[in-house]
């Protein structure tokens, strides 16, 4: 079983910026790790994953060009890294990891572990 820690959050102004980690008791070695976020009322939607092999990295349009995924240095963890913050970027941000095959990093039905998540809140 494999148990993931996200921390982090907090709250900031908007123009403000964030780094969010991840933590996982494995190494993320040949994994997909995936940033999701959920705000009140709202669907989990994608927001950034990488390809811990292959360091490919994908965004979700919202946060293209302000949002960074990176592997640490250590091989279990994972940062996204947040600028140019908004007011609608509150939400709980989770981690998420896979070992096995995806039918896309966006699905978050695909991945098998989640962390606790990690509250993001942006005030104008």
């Known amino acids: 079983q494999v148990q993931l820690v996200e921390s982090g959050g907090g709250l900031v102004q908007a123009g403000g910026s964030l780094r969010l980690s991840c933590a996982a008791s494995?190494?993320?070695?040949?994994?997909?790790v995936g940033w999701f976020r959920q705000a009140p009322g709202n669907e989990r939607e994608f927001v950034a994953a990488?390809?811990?092999?292959?360091?490919?990295?994908y965004y979700a349009n919202s946060g293209k060009g302000r949002f960074t995924i990176s592997r640490g240095n250590a091989e279990n963890t994972v940062y996204l890294q947040m600028n140019s913050l908004k007011p609608e970027d509150t939400a709980v941000y989770y981690c998420?990891?896979?070992?096995?095959?995806?039918?896309?990093?966006?699905?978050?039905?695909?991945?098998?572990?989640w962390g606790q998540g990690t509250q993001v809140t942006v005030s104008s």
């Open positions: 998420a990891a896979d070992w096995g095959s995806l039918r896309s990093v966006a699905f978050g039905s695909d991945y098998d572990y």
């Open positions: 494995n190494r993320f070695s040949r994994s997909v």
């Open positions: 990488i390809n811990w092999r292959t360091s490919s990295t």
